[in-house]
C-alpha cells in the first residue's frame, strides 16, 4: 500500500526566500508529524497534528516556521524568509491515532538547501 | 527532561559478527522505548518497540533489545551482521510527550 510521501524531495533556495513542504500521510492516519534531520544532529521533533488540531507547537524554532494540515490528511510545512541554518533534511511521519506509542511511518524526506 | 543517548557515533563491524548497539535515556516515567534504522536516501523505518511486559523484545531483520531499568539502557543487539545491515540507527524515547531522538550510530559492514 501507498506509504508516507513528501514533496519537493529536493529544495534548493536561496536565502530570504519563503518554500513550503508537503506531506501526504498514510490514509487514515490521524496523527502527522514534522521533524527536522541535521547532519549529526540526529531527529528534533518540529510539530504534530492530531486530526488539523496542532497541539503541540512547541518544537518550531522560530515564528519563521509554521505548519498547516487540511482535512485530516495533507500537510504543509512553510518556511519564511529562509536561512543558510535552516538546511536540512525535513522529515513526515504519520500514525493510527493520537498516542505517542503508535508506530510512526516515515516518509523519505525533503532535503532543503538554502544558499 | 527527556533526553536519549547513543555514545557510538560509528561503529564498523565484520559481516558475521555479533552488534550491540547502547542507547542510555532519561525520562521521568516508565517509558516507551524505540529503535529505527534509516538506510541512505530513505525515511526511518521501525525495528522494535517496547512498552511493558518482558525487558527482552524481537523485532524485524533479526534485532533485538533488552530493557534495562536499572541502567536506563535500552541495547539493541543482532548475533550476525549482514552487509545490508549498514545504515544509521537512532534510539527513542517518549510516552505522553513527542518522542525524542538519540542522535543515531552509523554502521559499516566489512566483509
Known amino acids: 500500500g501507498a506509504g508516507v510521501s513528501q514533496s519537493p524531495s529536493n529544495k534548493v533556495t536561496e536565502k530570504g526566500k519563503d518554500v513550503e513542504l508537503r506531506c501526504d500521510p498514510i490514509s487514515g492516519h490521524t496523527a502527522l508529524y514534522w521533524y527536522r534531520q541535521s547532519l549529526g544532529q540526529g531527529l528534533e521533533f518540529l510539530i504534530y497534528?492530531?486530526?488539523?488540531?496542532?497541539?503541540?507547537k512547541s518544537g518550531l524554532p522560530s515564528d519563521r516556521f509554521s505548519a498547516e494540515r487540511t482535512g485530516g490528511s495533507v500537510s504543509t510545512l512553510t518556511i519564511q524568509r529562509t536561512q543558510q541554518e535552516d538546511s536540512a533534511v525535513y522529515l513526515c511521519?504519520?500514525?493510527?491515532?493520537?498516542?505517542?506509542?503508535?508506530?510512526?511511518?516515515f516518509g523519505p524526506g525533503t532535503r532543503l538547501t538554502v544558499l | 527532561a527527556q533526553s536519549v543517548t547513543q555514545p557510538d557515533i560509528h561503529i564498523t563491524v565484520s559481516e558475521g559478527a555479533s552488534l550491540e548497539l547502547r542507547c542510555n535515556y532519561s525520562y521521568g516515567a516508565t517509558p516507551y522505548l524505540f529503535w529505527y534504522v534509516q538506510s541512505p536516501g530513505q525515511g526511518l523505518q521501525l525495528l522494535l518497540k517496547?512498552?511493558?511486559?518482558?525487558?527482552l523484545v524481537q523485532g524485524i531483520k533479526g534485532f533485538e533489545a533488552e530493557f534495562k531499568r536499572s541502567q536506563s539502557s535500552f541495547n539493541l543487539r543482532k548475533p550476525s551482521v549482514h552487509w545490508s545491515d549498514a545504515a544509521e540507527y537512532f534510539c527513542?524515547?517518549?510516552?505522553?510527550?513527542?518522542?525524542?531522538f538519540g542522535k543515531g550510530t552509523r554502521l559499516s559492514v566489512i566483509a
Open positions: 511521519a504519520s500514525s493510527l491515532g493520537a498516542a505517542f506509542g503508535n508506530e510512526q511511518f
Open positions: 497534528f492530531q486530526g488539523n488540531s496542532a497541539p503541540d
Open positions: 517496547y512498552f511493558s511486559g518482558d525487558t
Open positions: 527513542a524515547v517518549g510516552r505522553n510527550t513527542p518522542l525524542v
